[in-house]
């Protein structure tokens, strides 16, 4: 044991930077999401449930994660001291980094599965995986569901491309509008 028991049990205090940046990000996406859900135009048809509902649920759960994040950058943070101390992988945040920027510039091209594809593959990556054909399938499968659900069960199109029109197609004698 390298510290005497009496040190290891006290409690951290101080200022955790990087953890008080996170509970900041997590408070400012809960206050967008708040401004955004009263920006949704609400018919006064809707008695009690509304389009707001959801939303509003969602901002204020992000609130409360914040404050508590916050709370806890406050009292010196939630990592260990070894946590602090080890260096974060960088080719790894470029890889997670890389699928984002790829996702968001290849989804109006290709349609949602493809971007996401690229998406899974990269992040899978970035976490160490170097099985690229089993990842892709894998992001097919969970990019089709995710299309198909919010496409058949919403009447949303999140971005038909390629393999969309295809399957909608086979399975369905129709492409997406």
Same mark, same amino acid.
């Given at each position: 044991?390298?510290?005497?028991?009496?040190?290891?049990?006290?409690?951290?205090? /101080? #200022?955790?930077?990087?953890?008080?940046? =996170?509970?900041?990000?997590?408070? !400012? $996406? *809960?206050?967008?999401? @708040?401004?955004?859900?009263?920006?949704?135009?609400?018919?006064?048809?809707?008695?009690?449930?509304?389009?707001?509902?959801?939303?509003?649920?969602?901002?204020?759960?992000?609130?409360?994660?914040?404050?508590?994040?916050?709370?806890?950058?406050?009292?010196?943070?939630?990592?260990?001291?070894?946590?602090?101390?080890?260096?974060?992988?960088?080719?790894?945040?470029?890889?997670?980094?890389? /699928? #984002?920027?790829?996702?968001?510039?290849? =989804?109006?091209?290709?349609?949602? !599965? $493809? *971007?996401?594809?690229? @998406?899974?593959?990269?992040?899978?990556?970035?976490?160490?995986?170097?099985?690229?054909?089993?990842?892709?399938?894998?992001?097919?499968?969970?990019?089709?569901?995710?299309?198909?659900?919010?496409?058949?069960?919403?009447?949303?199109?999140?971005?038909?491309?390629?393999?969309?029109?295809?399957?909608?197609?086979?399975?369905?004698?129709?492409?997406?509008?």
């Amino acid at each position: 044991m390298s510290q005497p028991e009496s040190q290891a049990a006290s409690p951290r205090s /101080g #200022l955790a930077v990087g953890e008080f940046c =996170i509970a900041l990000g997590a408070l !400012a $996406l *809960a206050a967008v999401i @708040l401004w955004q859900t009263f920006e949704i135009p609400v018919s006064p048809l809707y008695a009690k449930v509304g389009p707001t509902v959801m939303p509003l649920f969602t901002a204020f759960g992000m609130g409360l994660l914040g404050a508590l994040l916050m709370v806890s950058a406050l009292r010196g943070g939630w990592q260990t001291d070894d946590e602090k101390e080890t260096t974060p992988d960088k080719v790894a945040l470029v890889w997670v980094a890389a /699928g #984002l920027i790829l996702n968001v510039l290849l =989804i109006s091209q290709t349609g949602f !599965a $493809l *971007a996401s594809i690229v @998406l899974f593959v990269c992040t899978a990556r970035g976490f160490g995986s170097r099985a690229i054909v089993r990842d892709a399938l894998i992001g097919l499968a969970f990019a089709l569901v995710a299309y198909f659900g919010f496409a058949k069960t919403l009447g949303i199109n999140i971005g038909a491309g390629i393999i969309e029109n295809l399957l909608e197609r086979v399975f369905f004698g129709s492409t997406p509008n």
